[in-house]
């Protein structure tokens, strides 16, 4: 039965579990394109217009929606590279699961709600990410951006997560403008 005590769990699931877990699925991203060289880095967590900004995350006024990550430029750009950033994500959302666990059955962790709800919204935003399908806006999910990377048939490089765009004139222009969406 729905109680009142389980309005708060929903509560504490989607403003402050799940943009926790954005956060973990979008450092997944940055840290391979860090790791690649990438340049002028940012994480975005939510949506509207910007609270405020710690380092190189910017929180928005709806942090608990959505989320997303900039970069600029790669020094190691190729195949391989760009689909390691493609399932960088999922990768951290998945060793979060595996992690969280392990700490529970340790005892380093005690079994919670709180977990519970961690390693739910953690799948959830893994299973949707790697799904090898185009949105209805005709982006791809990251699984079907790494496919297509792997492919050679990412010219267009718009996804869910990844969008890359021609950057203005002042730049190189083999360099592209990249924009990370979770």
């Not at 699931?13 to 943009?19: E, G, M, Q, R, W």
């Not at 996804?159 to 890359?164: H, K, L, N």
């Amino acid at each position: 039965m729905f109680e009142f005590a389980d309005i708060i769990k929903f509560l504490i699931s989607f403003f402050v579990i799940l943009p926790i877990v954005t956060l973990i699925h979008l450092s997944g991203h940055i840290f391979f394109v860090t790791l690649f060289r990438g340049s002028e880095k940012k994480i975005i967590i939510g949506c509207g217009p910007m609270v405020f900004c710690i380092w190189n995350i910017e929180v928005r006024k709806y942090y608990f929606w959505n989320g997303a990550c900039e970069f600029k430029s790669l020094k190691h750009d190729n195949r391989v590279t760009n689909t390691l950033i493609y399932l960088g994500g999922s990768l951290f959302n998945l060793i979060s699961i595996f992690l969280v666990q392990a700490f529970i059955s340790q005892g380093i962790l005690d079994s919670s709600v709180f977990w519970s709800q961690f390693t739910y919204f953690s799948f959830y935003i893994l299973f949707f990410s790697l799904f090898p399908m185009y949105f209805s806006d005709g982006s791809p999910s990251d699984g079907k951006a790494a496919v297509l990377a792997l492919k050679k048939q990412d010219e267009k490089k718009i996804s869910d997560d990844i969008q890359f765009r021609k950057i203005e004139e002042q730049d190189k222009p083999e360099e592209r403008f990249r924009v990370c969406n979770k």
